[in-house]
C-alpha cells in the first residue's frame, strides 16, 4: 500500500464521487480510479461501491481508519519541513496541494458546539497549526465516528475508551425542564402533572434526542404529546422562550434563568469525555489542549 492510494481512498469516501476527490488531489478521475483500483488488488478486496455517492465496503471501513492515521502522521511531517511556496505541483501523494495547516476533524453534540466549545476551536483556529473540521453528532454516537475513522477526536457521553484511543473527563452539562412563564401557565396552571404533560406540547431536537423523553418516561409514561423538532440547539432553545414548547434545556444556554423550572428533580446530568486517537501528533496535542482548557468552564460531575 502507498500513501498516494490511501489518500485516493480516504478523498472518495470523503467527497463521495471520483470527480470531487480528482478535484482535491489535482489528479483526474481516471488517474484517483487507477489508485484506488491498485490497493484493492494490493489489499485483495473490494474498498469502495461505485455508486452515487461512492460508499466504502466493510473491507474499505476497516481499512481506512489505519489509512487515515497513517496520512495524518505523514501530512504532519511534510508540513513541519516545508513552506507554503512547496505546495505547488503536489501529485497527490503528498499533503494535498490546498493545504498548509493538518486537516484535523472533530466530532462533538450540538448543545456543546453551541455552548462553550467555541473557544476551543477559536484557539485552534489562531493557533496557526490546523484546520479544524467540526462534525456534529448526538453525544451517544460521537465514538462511532472514531471507530469508523471519520473523526479523529470526539466529545461523547460514552466512558468506555474506543480502541486505539485515550480518554478524558471533560465535566458535565446539567439540563433542566424548563418552559417560558407563558407557557407554564397556559399549559400547567396546576404544575406539570402527568395529565398536563400529556396533551402539553413537548421540544425534540431529533429524532435521536432522548432528553425530554426520558422525563416523560419517568413522569407520565403514557403520555403521547405533540412534537416539535427543531434541530438547531440555539433554535433549540429560543423556541422555548417563545412558547412553542418546553425542553430540557442546558443551564449554559439559559445562564439569566429567565425561562422557568418545571421542576428541579428532573434535571439531567450529561457527563463529557474527550476521545481522541492516541497518536505521537503536535497536533492533535493542541487540539487535546485547547477542548480540555475550554471544558474548564463546565461544572465537575456531582457524585
Not at 492510494?5 to 478521475?29: C, G, I, K, N
Not at 469502495?48 to 473491507?59: E, G, I
Not at 496557526?128 to 475513522?149: I, N, P, W, Y
Not at 497536533?283 to 474548564?296: C, D, K
Request: aromatic share 4%.
Amino acid at each position: 500500500m502507498e500513501l498516494d492510494q490511501l489518500r485516493a481512498l480516504a478523498a472518495v469516501v470523503d467527497h463521495e464521487t471520483f470527480d470531487a476527490a480528482a478535484s482535491e488531489l489535482r489528479l483526474t478521475p481516471s488517474a484517483v480510479s487507477q489508485r484506488i483500483k491498485a490497493l484493492e488488488r494490493s489489499v485483495g478486496s473490494v474498498l469502495v461501491r461505485r455508486l452515487k455517492p461512492v460508499r466504502p465496503t466493510p473491507a474499505g471501513e476497516q481499512l481506512l481508519r489505519s489509512a487515515r492515521q497513517l496520512l495524518l502522521l505523514a501530512d504532519e511531517a511534510v508540513l513541519s519541513l516545508r513552506g507554503p511556496e512547496d505546495a505547488e505541483g503536489d501529485d497527490g501523494g503528498g499533503v494535498p496541494p490546498s493545504a498548509e495547516r493538518l486537516r484535523v476533524p472533530i466530532v462533538a453534540n450540538a448543545d456543546s458546539i453551541a455552548t462553550w466549545l467555541p473557544a476551543a476551536y477559536r484557539e485552534i483556529a489562531l493557533g496557526g497549526r490546523v484546520a479544524l473540521e467540526l462534525l456534529r453528532d448526538d453525544e451517544h454516537a460521537t465514538a462511532d465516528l472514531l471507530r469508523s475513522g471519520d473523526a479523529v477526536g470526539a466529545i461523547t457521553a460514552d466512558p468506555r475508551p474506543v480502541q486505539g484511543c485515550t480518554l478524558r473527563p471533560l465535566g458535565t452539562m446539567v439540563y433542566r425542564a424548563k418552559a417560558s412563564r407563558d407557557f407554564a401557565a397556559r399549559w400547567f396552571p396546576d404544575g406539570p402533572t402527568p395529565e398536563a404533560l400529556a396533551v402539553a406540547p413537548v421540544m425534540q431536537y431529533d429524532r435521536k434526542d432522548t432528553h425530554q423523553l426520558a422525563v416523560l418516561a419517568r413522569v407520565a409514561p403514557d403520555a403521547t404529546p405533540p412534537q416539535h423538532f427543531i434541530p438547531d440547539s440555539v433554535q433549540f432553545v429560543e423556541s422555548i422562550h417563545a412558547g412553542l414548547g418546553w425542553g430540557m434545556v442546558p443551564d449554559q444556554q439559559d445562564p439569566g434563568n429567565t425561562l422557568v423550572e418545571l421542576d428541579p428533580g428532573w434535571s439531567e446530568d450529561l457527563r463529557l469525555f474527550w476521545q481522541v486517537w492516541t497518536l505521537d501528533s503536535p497536533g492533535l496535542a493542541e487540539v487535546t489542549t485547547a477542548v480540555v482548557r475550554a471544558a474548564q468552564t463546565l461544572p465537575p460531575h456531582r457524585n
